[in-house]
């Protein structure tokens, strides 16, 4: 089978190992994981759940920065080669129209993908206290516009394709509750303008094993001739609390709320000390996926134990390939 990825850049210089010799996973880790410390800005208690993305010859990135007040926060940062990154201490200050919606009260977890001409960035915003998905917009990572937010709360990983589909934008999501959420299935949202959301379609739910809690999306769609490739997260809850994995499931193109295949195990758990030892232990929580259409190539960004962040390699043939065989819908 060719399976080819559709409508992704060429990145010679995406951050890349091979597999370990010995190694026979689909994904594997970056050996000088984690990529960037806790500390890497003298304001932060810890730097995870962070999106990257390909910008000029480097590449820029929204970070997920907890401060020492433990209040979560998203800043801006840069790398010229995806590894060693230049995190602003600040946080972002959005421009917005709206002043109630402008309003900060915390922003966690975003994710970040080029549409059309410009770089647009969801999070999980607080609005009124509560939980809810904010989107915005850059076009240069310097200044950025807020939109209204895409739903009511309660609602997190609000996760954009990068394409509109069916003529609409397209939007991913995981309704939730206003706490730790015991429960999360992913669905399906369109928007004609990024403000007003609709047609909103479920697509998967949790079903036991390392995704038995709830399930959300995590990078940014990638799109190939087999279907979307959908990485998410999954949530077992053991005697000792959450556990977060990842894996991959594969989405029909023009209706993404069809799930062609999904794989039955996950594809990279919590097992390295840093993924097992930290703020929120056994967390490991993937927000952004660079690839290089040339050679198919992908580098997974994720948050390791809500505390530092860590990078994983794989190859998209491979990965598409490892889903379809060892599936079930
Ligand atoms: C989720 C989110 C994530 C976090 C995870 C594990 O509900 O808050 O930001 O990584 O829990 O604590």
């Known amino acids: 089978m060719s399976i080819k990825i559709i409508g992704e850049q060429s990145i010679p210089n995406i951050p890349w190992q091979d597999r370990p010799a010995g190694c026979n996973d689909v994904i594997w880790r970056y050996d000088a994981n984690p990529v960037i410390e806790r500390n890497a800005t003298p304001t932060s208690n810890s730097i995870f759940n962070s999106a990257v993305i390909k910008f000029g010859d480097g590449y820029a990135g929204v970070f997920r920065c907890d401060n020492k007040e433990r209040v979560m926060q998203i800043h801006v940062g840069f790398s010229d080669d995806g590894i060693n990154w230049d995190i602003n201490p600040e946080r972002i200050h959005f421009e917005c129209e709206d002043e109630e919606v402008g309003t900060f009260h915390y922003a966690y977890d975003p994710r970040v993908v080029f549409i059309e001409d410009r770089y647009y960035i969801t999070w999980c915003n607080g609005y009124a206290g509560a939980p809810t998905i904010g989107v915005g917009y850059t076009f240069d990572f310097k200044t950025f516009h807020q939109l209204e937010n895409a739903f009511l709360p309660f609602n997190r990983n609000g996760v954009l394709f990068p394409r509109?589909?069916?003529?609409?934008?397209?939007?991913?999501?995981?309704?939730?509750?206003?706490?730790?959420?015991?429960?999360?299935?992913?669905?399906?949202?369109?928007?004609?303008?990024?403000?007003?959301?609709?047609?909103?379609?479920?697509?998967?739910?949790?079903?036991?094993?390392?995704?038995?809690?709830k399930i959300g999306a995590g990078p940014i769609p990638i799109e190939t001739s087999e279907g979307w490739l959908m990485i998410y997260h999954g949530v077992l809850t053991s005697c000792n609390g959450f556990v977060y994995s990842f894996s991959t499931a594969l989405l029909d193109l023009e209706k993404p709320w069809k799930v062609i295949a999904r794989c039955k195990e996950y594809l990279l758990s919590p097992q390295t000390l840093y993924e097992c030892v930290g703020d929120v232990p056994n967390v490991a929580f993937p927000c952004a996926a660079l690839c290089d259409a040339d050679t198919g190539k992908l580098a997974i960004y994720y948050g390791c134990a809500d505390t530092v962040t860590g990078v994983a390699f794989g190859k998209v043939d491979e990965i598409v390939k490892y889903t379809l065989d060892n599936s079930s819908v």
């Open 164 to 213: 509109k589909i069916n003529g609409n934008y397209a939007m991913l999501s995981r309704p939730s509750d206003s706490g730790h959420t015991p429960f999360g299935d992913i669905y399906y949202s369109e928007s004609p303008d990024m403000e007003f959301w609709g047609k909103h379609r479920h697509v998967m739910a949790p079903r036991g094993g390392w995704e038995s809690t």
